[in-house]
């Protein structure tokens, strides 16, 4: 059985950072891309980040690119999302996710294949 568990949500003044967690056990964690979601009320789920199962390819939404940063330690099983500049906007549950094999990494849900419960992350003005 596929376990997502996303941790390292919270309350944040804005221009603050966090750093999320997301562990992941039940399938081969280093040969599977993983994905960072977010969806506020009223807005769709948005892909955030993407990286490879090496590592070595990353990919970043419009709205994260130069101020999130996405890394994975195969060793621990452990994806990670490290946030800064945080503004009230970045307000969502941030979900973890595990990419079908067939992509090296991917912004969309549609290529999703286990999904985490959710951290809640809120960034106050």
């Known amino acids: 059985q596929v376990q997502v568990v996303e941790s390292g949500g919270g309350l944040v003044q804005a221009g603050g950072s966090l750093r999320l967690s997301c562990t992941v056990s039940?399938?081969?964690?280093?040969?599977?891309?993983m994905t960072w979601f977010r969806q506020s009320p009223g807005k769709e789920r948005e892909g955030v980040s993407c990286?490879?199962?090496?590592?070595?390819?990353?990919d970043y939404a419009d709205s994260a690119k130069g101020r999130f940063t996405i890394s994975r330690d195969n060793a621990k099983n452990t994806l990670y999302l490290q946030m800064n500049s945080l503004q009230p906007e970045d307000t969502a549950m941030y979900y973890c996710?595990?990419?079908?094999?067939?992509?090296?990494?991917?912004?969309?849900?549609?290529?999703?294949?286990?999904w985490g419960q959710g951290t809640q992350v809120t960034v106050s003005s």
């Open positions: 990286i490879s199962s090496s590592g070595r390819i990353t």
């Open positions: 039940g399938l081969t964690f280093a040969t599977t891309p």
């Open positions: 996710a595990a990419v079908s094999p067939g992509y090296a990494c991917s912004l969309s849900w549609r290529n999703i294949i286990h």
